[in-house]
């Protein structure tokens, strides 16, 4: 901080923020929400970032901790253990906390805190927040402006360290003035402090007590010497008189226990020069009153300004005084000064506490002019709670006891004081006051309050209300929540209403009324007056049923209407209680700060009452905020507590992790017959999280236990089911340790024996360390038996690479004779390295250029550490990195960084190099294998092992077409794998076999990092894509997948671009039940991925039913004519367990693959079909693309055949690139699938098998030439392709809403974002489409759009239909064209490729952009938008008009220029731009298409015109001409 102090604070907040951040510790600051700053908060945070030091801090550049706490988030128990390890604390908050805030202040009180209190509401401040807690024990100082604001709070440190007592000092911030002052004068403030004294403090940290037990602690009056303001010495501590005898004196802090005063002890810093007594004094009264009129004296000779405990404004012979407690003491006293004589108020002046506890009486009877003979007491308490106020209390004892000249007092309450009418106020009080009999209590002012702008106002999080959402979709007008914020409560506040034990009044009493009314509808059952006889009989049926919800419901309806047609006045009457009639599920809704005090917060009270309420608690703190809390705070496990108490229901669900178990928990919640508390998580750092957030850290704490998901039903035991279901796959050890104890564990361990593995592993750091020793030990005695120089390999990987490099490093050296380790760096003990002779590093690159997890442990280690000499060590590092892995130049840095700073590290402590550092990088045409063969030999070279004669061959790398070869048609050890259950991966090899089965292993990815750093494996599970030619389904098949993704899958599927269906999340264990499952829906995923012909692709054109179905029966033929022929399939998925029967037929003697052969095709292999003049299926993107052509006779004649469209291409590498497909020609539609067939052979013949990266067939054809490859494909089918066929398309997006075909039959296009069939709080898609297909006659189509069609729908289901699909709003299609024209891949979480979002964030991107298309009058227009994860294409980007390709975590690649009928290739426009880049991009373009468009222009066509662009006109010059080059040296 700078001495000099020219800054000006212009709030009070700031002034006080200012001084708290120089006199303090640690300041913990309050906040609304982490994500909001207070008005404190905004300027203890800057001062932090300047790393302005504290005048207190031991150290001369120490910066306070500033400790941000949401406000209901039991801000003071944040005090507690900062204080007691001696670091000077202060609080700044509102004070809306005290109240809650109670119990901590009483223990609070002894200990020097400052709270810093601005009072609230911010416009019309309730002082019944500072009375209220008057007598806990703290001083009190009170400001009133600015300037006041500034010295009260440099008051307030000075005295909490001198007093050893806890001081709030509160101001009313709004009525402070305005201006601004010179903010805190460092010199000034360091006076004040007496830095003696705060070093004392910090020197003897109070110890053994804990927060929660009172270890007696007390404040007692200082015993050092201290200097007086003149500079004498003398001995404070002595008796009262001589305190008082040296009434300027400061005196110091001293701590002891309450012991310590009845003991023998003295406190151990006993000035030898003082008198010993056995104790010493606790502060009293009169001390405090000594140091603050001593810190005030020196102030006033500092600053020049001047305080009193009572301040007095006015003439010396006024008649009469208002004492004023509220915000505007100021204005009154304003009015009172310029009072003309007749003014009913002339002749008065204004009383103000200064120093409002301890209460001085002497001192108030003194500050008042004896000529005063009435006082007006003003107090500003808005929440009464006894007659009197408690001021006027004060008032009355200080001068009623006293002898002074007042004979009248009288109270008032204050209320809301304007400009406009204080003066009015003011007569109203000296009118009462001067009247014969004055009334007490008078409430002056307005009652009504300005709406209020506290910043601590409660607001609830907008996600909060998924889970009230889904209680009214469960339960509709059935629920009832008892506390809700938005409830209207007459003359309750909101702060009231909204906490639990309000509620739970609220849920008794309307449990109550409900009795009363079923007594009422009792009573009018046998003797009500009713116009018609129907009611009676209504009310008795139902008051027969009225204990059982499902008889009362039914019965409900009948008596609602019933009475309604009666319409007598007790039917009126009645039926204004109609909600009664049904059974409420009664709800109290709370938050996770319920947890920090079970006792008080009313979830004791409900779970003890056994009453039939159900509570909802809404946990929001963030698994990664959790770890950086204090140790301190205690949250309590409100479900292992309300377990212990065995009478209730208790589930933990997490809407963002599974939907249908929250739904699970609440049912079962209201079916039970007694107390029920529904955990519930949704964590957010501020209130308007984005889902994305919420959506990541619900994974990462469910997936670690942090947040298990369980439910709990005491009844289950009485049916002989387990009371406890496990949901989520991780469990707290708490919860563990009560369910061993009440042995459900036991069972459940029983049944599922991999349950408790995850818990028990935990091993001590000194036995790791000791097995790290042994084993180095053991290894080097074995190798005591080589010659040749010794040679340490030490790697840090992540994903496995660098370790082979290292293994195969280390065999090499031990083919050339080196005595050579190979381990893991967290495996090697650190302290052998000054020892080593030679010792290479091999390391990959984590994160923002860190270390992988196995490498971090060694490199803390040594990174600082100054003792390591290595003078004797000579060592070489390889570093394996991507230097595009950053999309920005300032974070090039990161490139290999870990390799880099190893090596600079290793020099500097002496170690010299064999070679020098080798880098790396996926980027180079081999990857780091181009670097990596640069510097090995270099190393052998070193060592003198360079030229070894003899060295034995080493095998070569294992390639994806040995793992064809060798394993059995696609057998390999799939069977074996999927048996072991220690791990949920099956092996590399089995990985690559899975696809042509049709799954591959992926892991989440949003918790993988997380999992990393707990020791676990990644969250393996696996994707499920199965075979739908044309993607038709029937309605029976829908509810079949719909049934597999939620029983077996994460509760989703994905609708494709390939037109089928995916499934996620499928764990290992599920892998044969959810195949089995696909198979009895009659599907199959054999060759649904794989280097095999994939899902063949039709267009699903509603318009033409007809024709349809002749084009979609060759779709088939194409299918399975091309489908593998290896009976593996069967053999894994279908077969049983125990027998070995196969459960469908097919089973063949022997196998063979009379297409592919036993190493199938060199890659993957697409077949689409479109329709003109629709390219929805984007024909051209495929390795064969055929075009339907119609005959004259209005039937399919044959194809037109393109072959060698591709999409993958990988950035950076201008060797690959998409294609176009090229024309072959015509065929006839008898003999497309023999054309087919003779272009795969040819391909599989000719197509590179050696380079996976250019192995498609648009390689293979751009190499040979179009016309060779003509030639080989006629040849070989011994026939010619026919000239081709005239077609036309218009576009290439879906069209959406009802068509009528040409039979009549309907078709209705669903908008289906991304593909992503599931349920939101906000939209019930999955359930909707359901409840559709359980009525639905005429089949489901997929479209190539990732959309859905319901087809074939007769005129007569057409309205049973339209009602569902309006019920759960499926029938919305009203988006923009952009929205409409859009596709994305899924990437992230599950894709193992995904660099960047695609599927959870376009839809992001879109709202983004949505208000520029209506500004510029595009919302209609349909412009092809796409996004992918990466290069590989899935969502077939390169043919968008638009499109972004994932570069980096949060960067893209941008391409324009596209055809819109997907007729033409894009082209790069800008590299590696983040979200800012590209909205800064596209509105100004969006904005210029809409006005230099011509007629009927598409946005692709007219980049290309505009010259924002070149366009591409085939694969080839894809690279060229680009807008941006991707350079190396960006
Ligand atoms: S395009 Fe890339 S990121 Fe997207 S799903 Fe395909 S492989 Fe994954």
């Known amino acids: 901080m700078a001495e000099e102090s020219n800054v000006r604070a212009s709030t009070p907040e700031e002034a006080v923020a200012r001084i708290a951040y120089l006199s303090s510790d640690v300041v913990v600051s309050v906040q609304p929400s982490l994500a909001s700053e207070s008005e404190f908060s905004k300027h203890l945070k800057s001062y932090a970032a300047r790393k302005d030091a504290s005048l207190v801090a031991k150290s001369a550049d120490t910066v306070p901790e500033i400790v941000s706490i949401r406000h209901n988030n039991d801000p003071l128990l944040s005090v507690f253990a900062p204080i007691r390890s001696g670091r000077l604390v202060s609080v700044t908050a509102s004070s809306s906390i005290l109240l809650p805030s109670i119990a901590h202040l009483y223990k609070l009180a002894n200990l020097p805190v400052v709270l810093h209190v601005s009072l609230s509401p911010r416009s019309s401040p309730d002082y019944s927040a500072i009375t209220s807690i008057r007598n806990s024990g703290w001083t009190f100082l009170q400001s009133q402006s600015l300037q006041e604001a500034q010295d009260m709070a440099l008051t307030a440190h000075a005295l909490a360290i001198r007093s ?8 009313d911030a709004s009525s402070s003035g305005t201006g601004s002052v010179v903010a805190g004068d460092a010199s000034v403030v360091r006076e004040l402090l007496n830095l003696d004294s705060v070093r004392r403090f910090q020197a003897a940290p109070l110890s053994g007590s804990t927060v929660y037990a009172d270890d007696g602690h007390v404040a007692v009056v200082a015993d050092q ?109 304003g009015l009172i000064k310029n009072a003309q004589s007749g003014d009913k108020f002339a002749n008065a002046g204004v009383i103000t506490a200064r120093l409002y506890r301890p209460w001085l009486g002497a001192k108030l009877l003194a500050a008042i002019p004896r000529s005063v003979k009435k006082v007006a007491v003003l107090e500003q308490v808005l929440r009464k709670t006894t007659k009197w106020g408690p001021l006027l209390i004060d008032v009355l004892t200080s001068i009623k006891s006293s002898a002074g000249g007042v004979e009248t007092i009288v109270g008032y309450q204050l209320g809301y004081i304007s400009r406009e009418n204080a003066r009015q106020a003011l007569e109203e009080v000296f009118e009462n006051l001067n009247a014969e009999k004055p009334v007490q209590n008078l409430e002056i002012g307005r009652r009504e309050q300005p709406q209020p702008t506290s910043e601590f106002a409660l607001e609830k999080p907008k996600l909060e209300t998924a889970y009230t959402k889904i209680l009214d979709q469960l339960f509709g007008s059935r629920v009832y929540i008892a506390n809700s914020l938005d409830k209207e409560n007459a003359g309750v506040s909101e702060t009231i209403s909204a906490t639990p034990e309000y509620g739970f009044g609220a849920l008794l009493a309307r449990k109550e009324r409900k009795q009363r009314f079923v007594g009422e509808v009792k009573e009018a059952a046998s003797n009500g007056r ?81 009453e039939n309420v159900n509570m909802l608690i809404i946990d929001s703190t963030p698994y990664s905020e959790r770890a950086a809390a204090d140790a301190n705070r205690r949250k309590k496990d409100i479900g292992l507590y309300a377990m212990n108490f065995g009478n209730a229901y208790v589930a933990s669900t997490a809407v963002y992790s599974s939907y249908t178990q929250v739904l699970q928990a609440l049912d079962e919640a209201d079916k039970f017959n007694g107390p029920s508390i529904v955990l519930a998580y949704l964590p957010y750092f501020g209130e308007h999280e984005s889902p994305l957030t919420v959506l990541r850290e619900t994974k990462q704490a469910v997936d670690i236990g942090y947040w298990p998901l369980y439910r709990w039903n005491p009844d289950n035991e009485k049916k002989g089911l387990p009371s406890f279901s496990l949901d989520s796959e991780h469990i707290k050890k708490e919860l563990k340790a009560f369910l061993d104890r009440d042995n459900q564990l036991t069972q459940m361990m029983r049944k599922e024996p991999q349950f408790g593995a995850v818990l028990s592993e935990d091993f001590g750091t000194e036995i790791r360390a000791q097995q790290k020793r042994k084993a180095k030990d053991a290894y080097n005695q074995l190798l005591e038996g080589l010659f040749g120089a010794p040679l340490t390999i030490l790697f840090a990987s992540d994903n496995g690479n660098a370790q082979s490099v290292a293994k195969r490093l280390g065999t090499r050296g031990r083919a050339r004779g080196l005595k050579t380790t190979v381990m893991a760096m967290e495996d090697y003990p650190v302290e052998d390295l000054p020892n080593e002779e030679n010792i290479v590093f091999i390391t990959s690159t984590a994160g923002q250029g860190e270390f992988p997890q196995n490498g971090k442990p060694f490199w803390d280690a040594i990174k600082d550490n100054t003792e390591l000499d290595l003078a004797s060590v000579r060592f070489s590092v390889m570093a394996l990195g991507d230097s595009h892995y950053w999309p920005r130049k300032e974070d090039r840095i990161y490139y290999n960084k870990p390799g880099k700073d190893l090596d600079r590290v290793l020099s500097n402590y002496g170690a010299k190099r064999l070679a020098d550092i080798g880098l790396g990088d996926d980027q180079d045409p081999d990857g780091f294998q181009t670097g990596y063969q640069e510097w090995e030999p270099k190393l052998w070279e070193a060592l003198g092992v360079a030229n070894v004669e003899g060295l034995p061959e080493e095998p070569p ?142 267009s699903p054109l509603p318009a033409q039913s007809k024709y349809h179905r002749e084009v979609y029966a060759c779709s088939q033929k194409i299918s399975d004519h091309l489908l593998p022929s290896t009976t593996a399939y069967h053999e894994i998925w279908l077969t049983d367990d125990n027998d070995k029967k196969t459960q469908v037929a097919g089973d063949a003697v022997q196998d063979f693959e009379p297409l592919y052969g036993p190493t199938y095709l060199p890659r993957k292999f697409k077949i689409s079909i479109a329709i003109p003049p629709h390219n929805d299926v984007d024909v051209y993107a495929h390795d064969i693309g055929l075009i339907a052509v119609k005959g004259k006779d209005g039937h399919l004649a044959g194809f037109n055949l393109l072959a060698g469209g591709g999409m993958g291409a990988t950035h950076n590498n201008k060797k690959t690139y998409p294609q176009i497909g090229r024309m072959l020609g015509y065929v006839e539609a008898s003999e497309v699938h023999i054309a087919c067939e003779k272009v795969m052979l040819v391909q599989r013949d000719h197509g590179d098998r050696k380079n996976r990266k250019h192995a498609r067939l648009k390689y293979t054809i751009d190499d040979m030439g179009l016309d060779v490859f003509r030639g080989k494909v006629e040849e070989l089918w011994g026939k010619k392709f026919q000239e081709q066929k005239p077609f036309h398309f218009d576009s290439n997006v879906d069209t959406f809403g009802w068509t009528k075909d040409e039979t009549g039959l309907n078709h209705f ?35 190539p759009n990732q959309h859905l069609l319901l087809s074939n729908v007769a005129d007569e289901d057409v309205p049973a239909l339209k009602a569902l699909m309006a019920k759960y709003k499926l029938d919305n299609i009203q988006f923009s064209g952009l929205r409409l024209s859009s596709s994305a891949c899924v990437a992230f979480p599950t894709c193992g490729l995904a660099m960047a979002e695609s599927e959870r964030y376009l839809p992001v991107l879109i709202t983004k952009l949505e208000g520029c298309l209506e500004e510029n009058g595009l919302r209609q227009d349909s412009i092809v938008m796409r996004m992918t994860g990466c290069p590989n294409g899935c969502a077939r980007p390169w043919l968008a008009e638009v499109a972004f390709v994932g570069k980096a975590f949060g960067a893209y690649n941008m391409y324009l220029g596209g055809g819109y009928h997907g007729q033409r290739l894009n082209k790069l426009y800008r590299a590696s731009i983040m979200e800012e880049e590209i909205l800064a991009i596209m509105k100004p373009m969006l904005k210029r298409y809409a006005l230099e468009r011509e007629e009927g222009e598409r946005f692709g066509d007219w980049t290309i015109r505009a010259g924002i662009i070149k366009a591409t006109t085939e694969g080839r010059d894809f690279h060229e001409g680009v807008a941006e080059e991707e350079s190396d040296e960006e």
Not at 164 to 171: A, D, L, T
Not at 1324 to 1343: C, D, N, P, W, Y
């Open 1309 to 1343: 296009t669903f908008f289906i974002e991304n593909g992503r069939i599931e349920d939101t709080a906000d939209f019930q898609m999955k359930t909707g489409l359901r409840e559709i297909a359980k009525v639905h006659k005429g089949e489901f189509r997929l479209s």
């Open 225 to 333: 010497p201290e200097r007086l303001t003149n500079g004498a010495v003398r001995a404070v501590g002595s008796p009262a008189n001589e305190i008082d005898s040296a009434s300027l004196a400061g005196a110091s802090h001293v701590s002891s226990k309450s012991s310590q005063l009845s003991g023998t002890s003295s406190p151990s810093s006993v000035s030898a020069a003082t008198t010993i007594e056995p104790a010493a004094p606790l502060v009293s009264s009169e001390d405090i009153y000594k140091y603050v009129t001593s810190i005030w004296a020196r102030l006033s000779e500092l600053v020049g300004r001047q305080y009193s405990p009572f301040e007095w404004t006015g003439s010396a012979k006024a008649e009469s005084a208002l004492f004023v407690f509220g915000a505007d003491a100021a204005l009154l006293s």
């Open 530 to 610: 009713f116009l018609t006889d129907a009611p009676k009989r209504a009310l008795a049926s139902w008051v027969s049923g009225a204990g059982d919800a499902k008889k009362a419901d039914e019965a409900a309806e009948k008596v609602i209407s019933t009475l309604g047609i009666d319409n007598s006045r007790l039917s009126r009457s009645l039926l204004e209680n109609k909600s009664f009639f049904r059974k409420e599920s009664l709800w109290l809704v709370g938050s996770d700060a319920w947890a920090y005090d079970l006792g008080n917060s009313g979830v004791h009270h409900v779970l003890a009452s056994g």
């Open 164 to 171: 050893g007592k806890g001081v709030i000092h509160f101001f």
């Open 957 to 1098: 790398p294992i390639t994806n077409e040995d793992i064809k070869l060798a394993s059995n048609y696609l057998r390999g050890t799939i069977v074996e794998g999927l048996q072991d259950k220690s791990t949920g991966a099956i092996s590399a090899a089995d990985s690559q076999l899975t696809k042509f089965h049709g799954t591959y292993m992926q892991d989440d990815r949003d918790i993988r990092d997380e999992r990393k750093a707990q020791g676990l494996e990644p969250a393996y599970s696996f994707m499920i894509r199965c075979r739908l030619p044309g993607g038709v389904a029937t309605p029976k098949q829908w509810i079949q997948m719909d049934d597999i993704a939620t029983q077996l899958g994460n509760e989703t599927m994905k609708l494709t671009t390939r037109q089928t269906f995916q499934f996620h999340g499928v764990v290992k264990g599920k892998l044969k039940p959810a195949m089995q499952a696909i198979n009895r829906a009659l599907m199959t995923t054999i060759a649904a991925c794989g280097d095999v012909n994939r899902n063949v692709m039709c």
